[in-house]
């Protein structure tokens, strides 16, 4: 009998926070096209703070690589983030209010602050299999959410550009490019580290969870 793919044993052992994901309050609003848009604003704010990290993150990733194949996938990823991202934002940012500088300059709210930070210890600390579970939620969350808004995208133009972004074909391959080589990785990967790679990939899901929410609720650091 042969094994399941290492990526159907994490999405089945995480589906109670997929199922969380999928109910959150921002999300139905963003799809129903009535998220109001300082909300998304926050989100986005985030975002740029978020992805400036996860460009190192990968960059890292590719530094770990033994073969020069996915050591070129992974600084092309990173690439695409600082490029394609970016772009995205940047067409986003002035009809939200947003100056990208100025976010840069501000301190991140709590919830990025804590999922980029420990995104950045899987990779200061972790194997190559551990980063690539630690930010494979990031992609998988993304492509699933455009995935769901494609059939009828949100009444909103903002928000159906940016569902559409993360629904192309395009972004698709990338993330099946992703899971491909979670799996080739937790092939060869002993039991424990299997294991940290289940633990990393549910905690940056966790944190996906808290990313959307904290948007949606606005949160900011609680003392000055």
């Given amino acids: 009998m042969t094994e399941e793919p290492f990526h159907v044993h994490l999405d089945r052992a995480t ?23 300082a909300r998304f604003a926050f989100f986005i704010s985030q975002d740029i ?12 990733a590719a530094a770990l690589a033994d073969d ?7 600084d092309s990823r990173a690439e ?10 940047g067409t986003f940012a002035p009809r939200l209010g947003l100056d990208v500088a100025a976010v840069r300059a501000q301190e991140p709210a709590p919830v990025t602050v804590a999922y980029v930070d ?4 899987t990779a200061a600390h972790g194997t ?16 699933r959410v455009g995935e769901r808004l494609a059939p ?33 990785l937790a092939a060869r990967a002993s039991n424990e580290e299997r ?18 929410d904290q948007a949606d609720r606005r949160l900011a650091w609680p003392v000055v």
Avoid: K
Avoid at 49 to 60: N, S, T
Avoid at 80 to 89: F, G
Avoid at 118 to 121: E, G, L, V
């Fill in 15 to 37: 589906a109670a926070t997929w199922d969380a994901i999928y109910a959150l309050p921002f999300l139905g609003a963003l799809a129903a096209g009535r998220l109001e848009e």
């Fill in 49 to 60: 703070h978020y992805l400036d990290a996860f460009a190192g993150v990968l960059r890292r």
């Fill in 68 to 74: 020069e194949d996915t050591r070129a996938f992974l």
């Fill in 80 to 89: 695409s983030v600082l490029r394609v991202e970016q772009a995205l934002h």
């Fill in 118 to 121: 420990h995104m950045r210890s």
């Fill in 128 to 143: 190559l299999g551990e980063v690539i579970a630690a930010v494979l939620p990031c992609y998988w969350v993304y492509r």
């Fill in 152 to 184: 009828a995208p949100p009444p909103h133009e903002l928000y159906a550009t940016w569902a559409g972004a993360y629904a192309s074909p395009e972004f698709g391959d990338a993330v099946n490019r992703q899971i491909a080589l979670l799996d080739a």
């Fill in 195 to 212: 294991t940290r790679m289940l633990r990393w990939f549910h905690r940056s899901l966790r944190y996906e969870w808290m990313f959307w």
